[in-house]
């Protein structure tokens, strides 16, 4: 190639860009860059730079990874530089065939993001193939007869280049017999002819060779020859004549071998053998067949249209005398809709994430058909319905895109199949498969099987028990579906939650962490969270609430009659003309427990007379079963076991010590002639104690009573009494302080000095006194002794004010009044409250009660009957809206417990001054 050609092909390489970026925000260039660039360009060449094509700078070429998608490697890119190289071995005839335009197209991907654009890079052809004859030689017979000026077809040559590359003329050896002329055919091409300048002489020469020439139009022009061999035979006068000398028939593609395509006829007028005419023609390949006698050509093998879609056959008819005549068939061959449309994906995404949004690319589609015409256009659609679509991009390509959400719980992969159709006439489909696999993300939260969740858990468990299991699943996959479990919320102490309970992150089950405590802790909720691994995480919470259940791990605890402080122990004063069903005390008991743990019973372990007493199962109320007979003793001691309703049940035992008696004076010579075991040296030590404590007692009333006689000299001495300050010893009664003139209140109890070793050093009055009764006090001799009529005024300096009765307006009726440990209506077999939560309030508030009952300065009552009520709530407190717990109290010297109207239970209203509490000397063993 010349300087000249060289100039041109570099010119001829530049880039041609015809469309421009339309547009920053298309996704690709809808037309393609083309370049232009000439065959057989050896490998590493520049075609162009297709990076500063496409705009991308010098920097971002790494990132963006441009790259070919073509079929075969003719091309790649420079990493470096961004340019456009040829790859391999550009042959335009090899790829193109005899096509005028021969032009490859393709597509550059560039990544990140993913985009395509459109290559055509047209093939130039260059004059590398010389014109060919397919034979070295060929003769041809001319009579000596034939007349200046005929014409002779001769065999043409082959040039595999187009355009001005392609065969453009034929030349002629110098022979003055001979002159050669250039003809064009219907398609463009050139044909040689030899005509007959001047008539031959065969007796002169009688053959004729001459070298027939080929030149292409190439720069420098390339050619190739042939020898043609005349012979001149004998004289014919009539040659063969053709009907026409040009046979132009169309044939359908597809045809089955043996079709016959049409019959040439030639005459001649001459006789005998001169007008035998035999057919033949140079070459038709093995496609067609002629046969030598009729004319008649036909196919030999299967005419594919998209291989050659015109052939041009010259045939010569010779008659006997070895004249001829030619003439051309032009077969021109029709299109048929025989090929089905090629799919081919490309660049297709190995994983779509599924949160992708509407129009995502996926894959680049490439469609084509062999076919022509309407036979090769193509459509191209999905087949079903899938959240995918085509978008069309450029002719015969096609972008498969996302059409909505997309959801791998839902489906986890797509089978798509693609179906390109032609519109031939049967159209002609065909489809291409694809999988296409939805890639997770973390789109679902956790969700609990339970929503909320209750637990019973028993009080008492083991510490690091098992005590539920929470479970929560989640869809996605990998991190993404991992669920962990964590207590994010609680109605417990946070520092103390942690020393409660635990949940396992991984199984969720949740562990307590010690013993629970049903009399502590009732209940409580726990508020879990299940949080999965993905980025960012997703939690969903639930709640838990664990009910701690209740068992009998609490014996009942007896609130009266208990022991004083000093060891001291309660008994109950019966008047001797108790007639049967005499209410004489009640025991009363409570359970820390719930339920039927804390349902109490009562019964009789010993007693000295069972026949004289009855005790009620349920209220545990003491009654006389029949009348104090005058055989019967003084003094009875009952043994009661109270045991609640659990499995296994628990119990306790209060000891009573009822003595029958009309009046204290009948009790205190009983209590002090009572027979005791003597020790001698504890006589001795009581009776120095005794000596002492009475010197003193007589030295400090020696001394008050001075005292009050200078300070109030017209005090009135009868008015004095165990009140007066100083006139006893720390074993003294108290003054109750809301006292003032009047009687003692009915609960007001009464002290005695300790008795040695007597049974009883305390005595307690629990009645009411009238205003006609003493009230006595004890020296320091043990010795009972009036303090003085009530009528009277008192001399003390302290004012007291005067207690007032018991109030009755917090008096439940029996129908309202729950059964802890007693029961409604004397009922024996007791009724247990529906409510737990009642009863529950019920042992409460009995328990808070007794706690006062415990301490120094409250007895049973704490003041009007009220249990200490009142001191913890106030005077104007009343129990309407609480359980009535006062069922287990009664008072003294009646035959009835606290009801609506006092002696309701027992019909009848008790004789006064009965039922007088004392208290033992000796604490009694159970």
Not at 84 to 100: A, H, M, T, W, Y
Not at 494 to 519: C, M, N
Not at 765 to 792: H, K, R, T, Y
């Amino acid at each position: 190639m010349g300087s000249g050609a060289a100039e041109r092909s570099r010119a001829e390489r530049r880039p041609v860009l015809l469309p421009f970026l339309l547009s920053l925000f298309c996704p690709a260039i809808s037309e393609p860059i083309r370049y232009k660039i000439p065959e057989e360009m050896p490998t590493g060449s520049v075609v162009g730079n297709l990076a500063k094509d496409l705009e991308f700078s010098i920097h971002e070429l790494p990132s963006r990874k441009l790259r070919i998608s073509l079929e075969k490697p003719y091309f790649t890119v420079s990493a470096e530089s961004g340019e456009l190289l040829v790859n391999s071995r550009l042959d335009r005839e090899q790829i193109c065939g005899k096509k005028p335009a021969c032009a490859l197209e393709f597509e550059a991907v560039a990544e990140n993001p993913l985009n395509f654009y459109h290559v055509n890079v047209e093939i130039e052809d260059v004059n590398d193939h010389a014109p060919k004859f397919a034979h070295a030689s060929f003769e041809l017979q001319i009579s000596e007869s034939t007349q200046p000026g005929k014409r002779f077809i001769l065999e043409v040559a082959e040039d595999a280049d187009i355009a001005l590359n392609s065969l453009q003329d034929y030349k002629l050896s110098l022979n003055p017999n001979f002159s050669l002329v250039n003809k064009k055919k219907q398609d463009g091409s050139k044909y040689p002819e030899l005509v007959l300048e001047k008539t031959l002489d065969r007796e002169q020469q009688s053959f004729h060779r001459l070298v027939l020439t080929a030149l292409d139009g190439g720069n420098p022009p390339q050619s190739g020859s042939t020898e043609l061999r005349i012979q001149v035979t004998d004289a014919n006068d009539n040659s063969p004549v053709f009907k026409q000398e040009v046979y132009r028939v169309t044939l359908p593609e597809n045809v089955p071998p043996g079709t016959t395509v049409l019959q040439v006829t030639a005459t001649d007028q001459d006789e005998g053998i001169n007008s035998e005419i035999t057919y033949s023609f140079y070459s038709a390949g093995q496609v067609f067949g002629l046969n030598p006698k009729s004319g008649e050509i036909t196919t030999q093998k299967t005419i594919d249209f998209e291989e050659i879609k015109e052939y041009s056959i010259v045939v010569e008819g010779r008659d006997g005398g070895g004249l001829v005549a030619q003439c051309t068939v032009e077969i021109n061959i029709q299109d048929e809709n025989d090929n089905t449309p090629e799919v081919t994906v490309r660049s297709l995404l190995e994983m779509i994430l599924e949160n992708s949004v509407p129009g995502t690319l996926i894959a680049l589609i490439k469609v084509h058909d062999q076919d022509s015409g309407e036979n090769g256009e193509v459509n191209c659609r999905l087949e079903g319905k899938v959240p995918f679509k085509i978008i069309s991009s450029s002719q015969n390509s096609y972008k498969l895109v996302t059409d909505r959400a997309l959801d791998r719980e839902l489906t986890p992969e797509y089978n798509v199949t693609i179906i390109a159709t032609d519109r031939g006439k049967p159209p002609l489909s065909s489809s291409k498969n694809i999988t296409l696999h939805i890639g997770d993300v973390n789109d679902n939260a956790p969700v609990f099987h339970q929503m909320p969740y209750l637990v019973y858990v028993a009080e008492n468990n083991p510490p690091g028990a098992s005590i539920a299991q929470v479970s929560a699943s989640d869809p996605d996959l990998g991190p993404n579906g991992q669920v962990s479990y964590s207590i994010v919320a609680s109605d417990l102490e946070p520092r103390a939650l942690s020393s409660y309970v635990s949940v396992s992150a991984l199984s969720g089950v949740v562990f307590a962490q010690r013993a629970f405590d049903h009399e502590q802790l009732r209940s409580f909720q726990l508020t879990l969270q299940a949080r999965d691994q993905g980025s960012p995480a997703l939690s969903t919470n639930v709640s838990l609430r664990v009910l701690v259940g209740d068992r009998n791990d609490n014996a009942p605890r007896v609130l009266y009659p208990s022991l004083q402080p000093d060891g001291s122990a309660l008994f109950d004063t019966v008047p001797r003309a108790a007639e049967p069903g005499y209410l004489i005390t009640k025991v009363v008991a409570v359970d820390a427990d719930s339920g039927h743990n804390a349902w109490l019973s009562y019964h009789v372990l010993q007693a000295s007379d069972p026949g004289l007493f009855s005790l009620g199962l349920r209220t545990g109320e003491v009654r006389t079963a029949r009348a104090m007979g005058d055989k019967d003793a003084a003094r009875h001691r009952l043994l009661v076991a109270v045991q609640d309703g659990g499995h296994p049940p628990l119990s306790a035992t209060a000891t009573l010590h009822l003595v029958f008696a009309d009046s204290l004076q009948e009790v205190l010579p009983d209590l002090s002639d009572s027979p005791v075991p003597s020790d001698p040296q504890a006589e001795l030590q009581f009776y120095l104690v005794v000596a002492l404590a009475l010197i003193s007692v007589l030295f400090l009333l020696a001394v008050i009573l001075a005292i009050a006689q200078r300070l109030r000299p017209s005090s009135s001495s009868g008015a004095w009494g165990c009140f007066q300050p100083g006139l006893c010893s720390r074993s003294a009664p108290v003054v109750p302080p809301n006292y003032s003139e009047g009687t003692l209140p009915y609960s007001y109890n009464l002290c005695v000095a300790h008795m040695g070793k007597t049974e009883f050093n305390f005595l307690k009055c629990s009645e009411q006194l009238n205003s006609g009764q003493d009230i006595l006090c004890s020296d320091s001799s043990g010795a009972m002794f009036p303090l003085g009529n009530s009528s009277e005024s008192t001399s003390h300096p302290e004012t007291l004010v005067p207690q007032a009765p018991p109030n009755t307006d917090w008096r439940f009726s029996q129908a309202q009044r729950p059964g802890t440990s007693g029961s409604q209506n004397g009922d024996e077999t007791g009724t247990w409250p529906n409510n737990q939560f009642d009863t529950e309030m019920l042992q409460a508030m009995i328990l808070a009660s007794a706690s006062e009952a415990a301490d120094g300065s409250s007895t049973l009552g704490g003041g009007a009957g009220t249990m200490g009520l009142s001191a913890r709530y106030g005077p104007q407190f009343t129990l309407q809206h609480v359980p009535d717990y006062r069922q287990n109290v009664y008072i003294p010297g009646s035959n009835a417990t606290l009801t609506n109207a006092a002696g309701k239970r027992d019909g009848k209203t008790p004789a006064g001054g009965n039922g007088n509490k004392k208290k033992s000397g000796k604490k009694e063993k159970k």
